[in-house]
Each structure stands twice: as structure tokens, then as C-alpha cells.
């Protein structure tokens, strides 16, 4: 019944600019900063997952270069939207065009994976602080543990190499962000935000 409930809460009108959603009586991301569409899509996914925190979720537009923000927090309890810039993997863009074209769930791709996943526990690792993630669709993401898919932040991502290179770098599939906010992103996240993954 809760989740019925919650899929219920999800309405949508229309207004000059796009069409908003309104959730539990919040309007959800006002200003726009996230497709319409992909916001429908991710909150119809976390409806159907009780396991997920309820007060906020998060959203990856991989149809959207890495040199532009990507990554969406969005705070379902007010509808505010952060956006935060993400690296993808170089199987899923072996030219280094900046927008991913293929995505995989197998090991050894070092392609990104669509689809929904939940933020477990921070670590520290080999990048320093981490998020671990569990992906949540069979066909899509079930193997990110086994290949070590988690949120980091890497040099790669920082504004330095961007102006050096001209764009950020690419991961090995992990979600990876500027190393000034890695902090932000896993406080705001960590133990059961989901985060949707799509394009």
C-alpha cells in the first residue's frame, strides 16, 4: 500500500516552461535543472523500491557531456536540485567525445551501467573517500560490487585538468567527482539514497 501510495503522489501539469512533477504536494526540481523526462522515469523507479530513502534521490543524465554537471541530488522534501559534474567509463566512450555511448554491465568493460542503484556505506579506498553501491536491475548494473563500481572523487575531475586537458577524464565505470566535494556527495547520499542512472 505504501508503495501504491507513493506511485500515486507522483502527478504531473503542465506549465509555460515544461512540464513539472509534484510529489506529496512538492514540486519537484522547479527551475528545470533536470529532463522532465528522466525525473519521471528515476521517480517511478524509486517508488517501486522501499528500500530507498524517501527524502531525497539522485539522477545521472548520461545524454549530457562530462564537462557539464550530470549528477542531480534532488531533495524530495523541498525540491531543491544540486548538480555536480561525473565522470563515465572508457569502455563506454573509447573515443573520449565526452558523452558516453555504451553501456555495460560486464566485468572487465570499464563501461558505465544504466540503471538504479543504492548508496550503501562510505569507505576509504584507493581514491580516498568512497561510496559503495549496489545495483539494483539484473540486466543492467547487478554486477557493479564484483566490478568494484562505487562514487569517488579523482584529480581528473578537478578544475586544474579540466583546463589543462580541455575535459575531465574517464573512470573504469565508477561514478567519479570533483575531489572538493566527494565530502558533500557521500553526506548526502550514503545509507540509501537511490541513485538513477540514464540517458
Known amino acids: 500500500m505504501r508503495l501504491l501510495i507513493a506511485a500515486l503522489a507522483v502527478l504531473f501539469f503542465a506549465t509555460p516552461a515544461q512540464a513539472s512533477v509534484v510529489l506529496n504536494g512538492v514540486v519537484v526540481d522547479p527551475q528545470g535543472a533536470v529532463r522532465s523526462d528522466l525525473l519521471t522515469q528515476a521517480l517511478q523507479v524509486w517508488s517501486a523500491h522501499a528500500e530507498a530513502r524517501r527524502d531525497r534521490i539522485a539522477v545521472v543524465d548520461f545524454s549530457r557531456p562530462s564537462d557539464r554537471p550530470r549528477f542531480y541530488v534532488v531533495d524530495l522534501t523541498t525540491g531543491a536540485v544540486s548538480a555536480y559534474l561525473t565522470a563515465h567509463g572508457r569502455g563506454s566512450d573509447p573515443a573520449h567525445v565526452g558523452v558516453p555511448q555504451v553501456f555495460s554491465n560486464d ?5 558505465s551501467s544504466l540503471g538504479p542503484y543504492i548508496a550503501l556505506r562510505r569507505y576509504m579506498g584507493a581514491h580516498g573517500l568512497s ?6 536491475d539484473p540486466a543492467r548494473n547487478s554486477n557493479a560490487e564484483e566490478r568494484a563500481v562505487v562514487l569517488h572523487s579523482a584529480p581528473y575531475m578537478d578544475a586544474d585538468w579540466r583546463r589543462t586537458h580541455g575535459k575531465p577524464g574517464r573512470s573504469f565505470g565508477c561514478f567519479v567527482v570533483e575531489t572538493p566535494l566527494i565530502a558533500e556527495v557521500v553526506n548526502r547520499l550514503e545509507d540509501g539514497v537511490l541513485i538513477f542512472a540514464g540517458r
Not at 131 to 136: A, I, N, S
Open 107 to 111: 566485468p572487465g568493460s570499464n563501461a
Open 131 to 136: 561510496l559503495r553501491l549496489r545495483g539494483l
